[in-house]
Each structure stands twice: as structure tokens, then as C-alpha cells.
């Protein structure tokens, strides 16, 4: 019997290339969202209007008031690694906005149909642009693929179109629009809660009362946006808790269900430097900590600030940047349980000993 000869090494096309990354980066409609949000923020917006179709695979468009693109960017925005953010390596280290990698517009213009119309506040007029692969495009055949000028409010409109259009075996593994929706949803409602004083609006193509509604403005607070996404019975039992430590170069702050709540499902978010993301030991080392107080099948209501130095954090180490770690991960993790666990007790106490003060 004879072996297989070896296949030739050969290098991939730079096209399939970021294919493959945009894939990575993008994996469903809440990704590309929320990588859409972080610049909406990041460009200083105070109304985010979002709108979708069959979760955002259809159509995936977002509004804001930031500060725009400048004429003159338009042709590189698309490119991979092209960013307006960071420019060492270093920078890396002290980031303090969200997006750093430049890949977010350029992967979703790898996998979807991207529309981008923005004007600045110095620019007497809009400009709209179609991309590519990461390039300028035409809008239909035959048209140029330069920015045309047009009417438009100051701020950014990026619209996503049929997104995986290119990816069949993605597109295929996302047939639950209904999920794909909620995941949407709930991304936006996070992002609502922790940027109280932004309005985020977010509603279906079609339809014309809203899924999340908010309205920001300077005197917001976290609270009143949490009653109004998840109700008042969860806001009423917050307690807003914190911990902090210099040493360990952190600082907490939270609001945490107090023992009177028992929530269907456990919920719990987390930003971290500003940032959604996921922490699976913090998670479960909070919901741990309420088995304690809580009945069986009850769970608690968590929403986490943490402020970390940012050297002390690998933001990099999952494409969609949401699984996080971070150093002294064991001992923050630690003291933060004890003051909830303090403040839990407590509440036990006082339900026991109602008259106490
Ligand atoms: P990154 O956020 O890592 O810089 P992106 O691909 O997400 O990379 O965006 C590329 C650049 O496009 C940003 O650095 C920013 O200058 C510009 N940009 C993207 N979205 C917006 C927006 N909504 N408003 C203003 N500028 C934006
Ligand atoms: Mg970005």
C-alpha cells in the first residue's frame, strides 16, 4: 500500500485569510453589535438607536450622534488594523477605549454587506460609502466606489446587510432568529444599564414599539434604568456595595440582590475597564456565595463594576475579547465575596430581628 504523497505547503490568499479572522471575530449578530456599540461610545455618542431584521442577520443597523468619520478616513476604515485608537503596541497596555484592534469594521465588511454614513460636525455635508472586504465598493454595478455626498445628521449610521451571506456553514449553525434576537436584545440592555446617562433605543425593522428603550441624560442612574429593563422588584432590593484595594489595584463597585430577592434565573453583569465581559470564576464565585441565603431554584440579581489596572489585564485573549482574566484574579475574587457575604448576613439578620436598627 502507498502512502498519500505530502501536499505541498502552500500560503493562504490574504481574502481567505481575513475571511477566516472575520470569523473569529464576528461569530453571531451580537458580536458585530456590540463591537458597533463600543465605537458608538467610544466616538463619545449620547443616543444609540439600533435596529435589526430576524435578529440582526438580516439587518443589523445602528445610529449614533458621536463624532463621525472624517471625509478622508473613509477609504481606510475598513482595512484590517486600520484604527484611529492605538498606535504602539504598548498602548495596548494602558487602553482605555474599547475597540484596539482595528478589526471590528473590517471583519463585519468581510462577512456582510457594510453601509457606512457619517458626517462630522465640521462638514457641511454627509458622506456614505459601501465596502467590501475590507475596501470601498460601489453601491451596484457600474457605480464609482467613492464616498458620495449626501444629506445626514452629525454622527455615524453603520447598516449591516445579510450578514454570513459568504459563510454558508455559519449562516447555517444561526437558524434561530428568535435567539439570535434575544442575544441582541440583551446585549443592549447591558450596555443601557451601565451607560445610564445614553439613550439606547433598540427596536425590529418592522415593528415600531421598541424592545429597549432608555432615556438617558446626565441624571440617570443605573437604578433607574435596571427598574425600568428588569422592573422594580429586582431595583427595589439592590443594594449598591463596594470594595477596593490598592495593593491588588482594583476597585469594585456593584449592585447586588439583597436576600429578599429570588429571582427565576441568576443574572449577573459584568464590566470590567468599561468593558462587557465575562469572568466564569467571578460569576460562580458570587452565585456560590447566594446558595447560602437563597432557596433552591431561587438566584440572585448581580451587576459588577470592576476598575482594574489595565496592565493587569488580558483583554486579548479570546477574538470576541469577552472571556477575560486578570491578575490577583483569586484574591479580588476573594474580597469582593466577603463584603457581599457580610452584607447578605446582615440582611438575614435584620429579617430575623426586624426591630433592630
Ligand atoms: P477600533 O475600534 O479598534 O479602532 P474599528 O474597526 O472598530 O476599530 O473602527 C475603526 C475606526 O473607525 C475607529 O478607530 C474610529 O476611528 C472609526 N469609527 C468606527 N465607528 C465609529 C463611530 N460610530 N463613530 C466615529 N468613528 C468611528
Ligand atoms: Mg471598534
Known amino acids: 500500500q502507498q502512502l498519500e504523497t505530502t501536499k505541498k505547503i502552500q500560503k493562504l490568499s490574504i481574502d481567505v485569510i481575513n475571511r477566516i479572522s472575520a470569523g473569529e471575530v464576528i461569530q453571531r449578530p451580537s458580536n458585530a453589535l456590540k463591537e458597533l456599540i463600543e465605537n458608538s461610545l467610544d466616538a463619545q455618542s449620547t443616543v444609540i438607536k439600533v435596529t435589526v431584521k430576524d435578529g440582526g442577520l438580516k439587518l443589523l443597523q445602528i445610529q449614533d450622534n458621536g463624532s463621525g468619520i472624517k471625509k478622508d478616513d473613509l477609504d481606510i476604515v475598513c482595512e484590517r488594523f486600520t484604527t484611529s485608537k492605538l498606535q504602539k503596541f504598548e498602548d495596548l497596555r494602558k487602553i482605555e477605549t474599547f475597540g484596539f484592534r482595528g478589526e471590528a469594521l473590517s471583519s463585519i465588511s468581510h462577512v456582510s454587506h457594510l453601509k457606512i454614513l457619517t458626517k462630522t460636525a465640521d462638514s457641511n455635508c454627509a458622506y456614505r460609502a459601501y465596502y467590501a472586504d475590507g475596501k470601498l465598493a460601489p453601491s451596484t454595478a457600474g457605480d464609482t466606489i467613492d464616498p458620495k455626498p449626501c444629506a445626514g445628521v452629525n454622527g455615524t449610521q453603520i447598516t449591516s446587510e445579510d450578514l454570513f451571506f459568504n459563510v454558508p456553514a455559519r449562516k447555517k449553525v444561526l437558524r434561530n432568529i428568535l435567539e439570535e434576537h434575544a442575544r441582541v436584545v440583551d446585549l443592549v440592555r447591558k450596555y443601557a444599564i ?73 443574572i449577573f453583569i459584568l464590566f470590567i475597564n468599561n468593558r462587557l465581559v465575562d469572568c466564569r470564576n467571578l460569576k460562580l464565585g458570587l452565585e456560590q456565595l447566594y446558595t447560602k441565603y437563597l432557596s433552591k431554584g431561587a438566584y440572585p440579581f448581580i451587576f459588577v463594576r470592576l476598575s482594574l489596572n489595565p496592565r493587569n489585564v488580558d483583554v486579548n485573549i479570546h477574538p470576541t475579547k469577552s472571556e477575560v482574566r486578570f491578575l490577583y484574579e483569586d484574591q479580588i475574587i476573594e474580597l469582593i465575596q466577603k463584603v457581599v457575604d457580610t452584607e447578605l448576613n446582615l440582611s438575614i439578620l435584620s429579617k430575623t430581628f426586624p426591630q433592630a436598627s
Open 194 to 266: 451601565f451607560n445610564s446617562k445614553v439613550s439606547f433605543i433598540l427596536k425590529k425593522a418592522d415593528i415600531s414599539t421598541p424592545d429597549v428603550f432608555t432615556q438617558g441624560g446626565e441624571g440617570t442612574t443605573e437604578k433607574e434604568v435596571i427598574s425600568l429593563i428588569y422592573g422594580s422588584e429586582i431595583a427595589k432590593e439592590l443594594k449598591e456595595l463596594s470594595s477596593s484595594n490598592d495593593k491588588l489595584e482594583y476597585k469594585m463597585t456593584g449592585l447586588f440582590s439583597t436576600t429578599n430577592l429570588s429571582s427565576k434565573k441568576p
